[in-house]
Every structure is written in structure tokens, then in C-alpha cells.
């Protein structure tokens, strides 16, 4: 937007050694939809900017000055909508990022638990194995000192 009532007509050349200039057209209340020709490093609000500058149209009629509030007002009103849609898409993306990091955490807990079954599996698989060989052990005695024990009883009576 350019506001071009800061600064009035007065200067009869550039004050800078680019000089060139660049048709703009004011949004300004007082001169709403007013072209003027301006050098390209103006600026509405330095005081180090090339000033130099010059009308082209007529002053704004009545009724071009009497709709520039409304603009105005609708432009600040598209300008806080915006503000307000940034803020909610960041806080959208801030969301979104704690909902990640607890996704991530829930992945890292479920990972654990599943080493801890896979350990507790092991462990089982394990304990099975031992009562097996245990069991197979205890057989295999049982068997041997029946078919074995008479032989053992008289090798070791006594005369
Ligand atoms: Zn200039």
C-alpha cells in the first residue's frame, strides 16, 4: 500500500543517483486511487529515500474519498483474519508436533515391552527345556535302576 501524503511535490529532481522513477497508485485516504510517479527507492516511511515525486492524476473525487474508509476498514478487517489464521495454523503445527512426540514416545514404550516379552518368552522356553531334560533324566534312572537294581542289591550283600 502507498501512502503518498507524507510528502508534497516539492522537489525538482531526484536526490539520488539512480533516477528512476515508478508509476504507484495511493491508497491513502486523503488521495485514495491517485496515480503518481515516484522514484523507484521511495519509501513512505525513510527519511533517507529519494522524495522525488510527481502526481498524475487529479485530486480524488468526493465519492473516491468518502469509499476510502470502508477499504480501509476492510483491508484491517482481511489483515486480522489473516493474523488470526496464522496463529491458529501455528498452533495447528505446534499440535501436531506434541502429537508426533507422543507417537514417537508410545513407539519407544511398546519397542521396550516387547523386548521384555521376548525375554520373558525366552526365559519360559528355557525353564521348559530344563524340566524336560529333568524329566528325561529321572526316566532314564528310573529305568536303569529297575532293570539294573537286583544285580546292584546283590553285588552288595553280604556273605
Ligand atoms: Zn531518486
Same mark, same amino acid.
Do not use: T
Given at each position: 500500500m502507498s501512502s503518498a501524503t507524507t510528502y508534497e511535490s516539492t522537489s525538482t529532481g531526484h536526490m539520488c543517483d539512480m533516477d528512476r522513477c515508478v508509476e504507484r497508485t495511493s491508497l491513502s485516504?486523503?488521495? =485514495?486511487?491517485r496515480r503518481f510517479y515516484g522514484? &523507484? &527507492?521511495?519509501?513512505?516511511?525513510?527519511? &533517507?529515500?529519494?522524495? =522525488?515525486f510527481k502526481w498524475l492524476d487529479k485530486n480524488t473525487c468526493p465519492r473516491g474519498r468518502a469509499t476510502a474508509p470502508l477499504v480501509h476498514e476492510r483491508f484491517a478487517r482481511y489483515k486480522a483474519d489473516a493474523v488470526a489464521a496464522r496463529n491458529e495454523r501455528d498452533e495447528a503445527y505446534a499440535r501436531e508436533a506434541e502429537a508426533w512426540e507422543l507417537l514417537r514416545k508410545a513407539k519407544r514404550k511398546g519397542e521396550k515391552s516387547n523386548l521384555k516379552l521376548r525375554i520373558a518368552e525366552d526365559k519360559v522356553y528355557k525353564y521348559r527345556v530344563a524340566l524336560f531334560l529333568s524329566c528325561t533324566v529321572f526316566g532314564v534312572y528310573f529305568v536303569f535302576s529297575n532293570v539294573f537294581g537286583g544285580h546292584c542289591h546283590t553285588q552288595l550283600r553280604l556273605p
Open positions: 485516504i486523503r488521495n =485514495f486511487g522514484c &523507484q &527507492q521511495w519509501a513512505p516511511d525513510s527519511d &533517507q529515500a529519494c522524495k =522525488f
